[in-house]
């Protein structure tokens, strides 16, 4: 069975930062996705990204990058210019086959204006 | 409407009520997720249906009861709870799962919740 393992309960980063938060799964499989999840304080889960084990390229959305290392099955991920909207959970996931995702315990994310 | 949505936001019952969720999505998706989300504690995947059949149930008790009359809909029967099952519910939905093939259908969209209070 696939799991993900989240080590960061909380990290706390001053406004227009930077901040990685890390993620590691494990799996016997070869192709697979990997997701990074945002829950603010409304409950709403949202996709932030997602990236493809086939890619070795690292996926990139605005302010929100990856580094996939897949021989390390390590998915971290990095925020950038941190704003206070992105204070929230952060749940990373593993996605593959029928099985829909394993999700992390999560890292909540507090941002210090 | 748009996305996943649930009703109830709210639900307050007894333990010996007799309650349902719902959940519906306008994504023409045909794969539908219950989840569970206690305090604290990571997101439990409760029920899987792919193309309205369940495929996966995690050891859900059987006071918990899921229903998918359709690819859109999704409902989860709740009867005789326990005040430990008092947690936020999300609905999600992706495209159709696909056994042994990871694809960006794995992608799932959440609903808001249904926070649960069990008395």
């Known amino acids: 069975a696939q799991t993900v393992t989240q080590s960061q309960p909380e990290m706390s980063v001053q406004e227009a930062e930077t901040v990685t938060l890390s993620c590691t799964y494990d799996?016997?499989?070869?192709?697979?996705?990997l997701f990074w999840y945002k829950q603010p304080p409304s409950r709403q889960m949202i996709l932030v990204i997602r990236q493809e084990a086939y890619k070795q390229q690292n996926a990139t959305e605005n302010r929100f990058s990856v580094n996939f290392q897949k021989a390390a099955k390590s998915f971290s991920l990095k925020i950038s210019d941190s704003q206070l909207g992105d204070a929230a959970m952060y749940f990373c996931?593993?996605?593959?086959?029928?099985?829909?995702?394993?999700f992390g315990k999560g890292t909540h994310l507090i941002i210090q204006p | 409407e748009t996305g996943v949505t649930q009703t109830p936001r709210h639900l307050v019952m007894g333990m010996t009520n007799k309650k349902s969720l719902k959940c519906e999505q306008h994504?023409?998706?045909?794969?539908m997720y219950w989840y569970k989300q206690s305090a604290k504690k990571p997101l439990e995947l409760m029920f899987v249906?792919?193309?309205?059949?369940?495929?996966e149930n995690n050891s859900v008790p059987s006071r918990f009861s899921p229903e998918c009359p359709n690819s859109s809909h999704l409902f989860l029967h709740l009867h005789t709870l326990q005040p430990e099952d008092s947690a936020l519910y999300l609905c999600?939905?992706?495209?159709?799962?696909?056994?042994?093939?990871?694809?960006?259908?794995?992608?799932?969209?959440f609903g808001p919740g249904t926070r649960l209070t069990v008395l």
């Open positions: 994504l023409g998706h045909n794969a």
């Open positions: 996931a593993y996605g593959g086959g029928a099985d829909g995702l394993t």
């Open positions: 249906y792919n193309f309205k059949e369940q495929t």
């Open positions: 799996t016997s499989e070869s192709d697979y996705y």
């Open positions: 999600a939905s992706s495209q159709a799962l696909v056994s042994g093939r990871a694809s960006p259908n794995n992608e799932q969209f």
